[in-house]
């Protein structure tokens, strides 16, 4: 089975930038979707961004505009580049991989099978 690591999490303060990066432990086509999803303290787990196998790529409302999820295909490598961080961005960030539905475009956790184990994102005010 394909792993997932996550890296890249750090405490920074409001406004304040960081990239967070998915690497697969073996090659993950861009035919297949992939998504960051962010589980905050006594909170589900939520769709960040999302990109798909046809490149189309989804945000969550309070994230578009300030973060950017891309694929870095030359070095199988996911990214979340992050800017404008404010305090409701803390949280643990998963990368996922491999939808349970061909086609799907539903930007939900419950939409993948492969997860990292996470990498931590905490912005102080």
């Known amino acids: 089975q394909v792993q997932l690591v996550e890296s890249g999490g750090d405490s920074v303060q409001a406004g304040g930038s960081l990239r967070l990066s998915c690497k697969p432990s073996?090659?993950?086509?861009?035919?297949?979707?992939m998504g960051w999803f962010r589980q905050a303290p006594g909170k589900e787990r939520e769709g960040v961004a999302c990109?798909?196998?046809?490149?189309?790529?989804t945000y969550a409302d309070s994230d578009k505009g300030r973060f950017t999820i891309s694929r870095d295909n030359a070095n199988n490598i996911l990214n979340l580049q992050m800017t404008s961080l404010k305090p409701e961005d803390t949280g643990l960030y998963y990368c996922?991989?491999?939808?349970?539905?061909?086609?799907?475009?539903?930007?939900?956790?419950?939409?993948?099978?492969?997860w990292g184990q996470g990498t931590q994102v905490t912005v102080s005010s």
């Open positions: 996922a991989a491999f939808l349970k539905t061909r086609g799907s475009t539903y930007c939900a956790a419950p939409n993948f099978r492969v």
């Open positions: 073996q090659y993950i086509s861009e035919t297949y979707s």
């Open positions: 990109i798909f196998a046809d490149g189309t790529t």
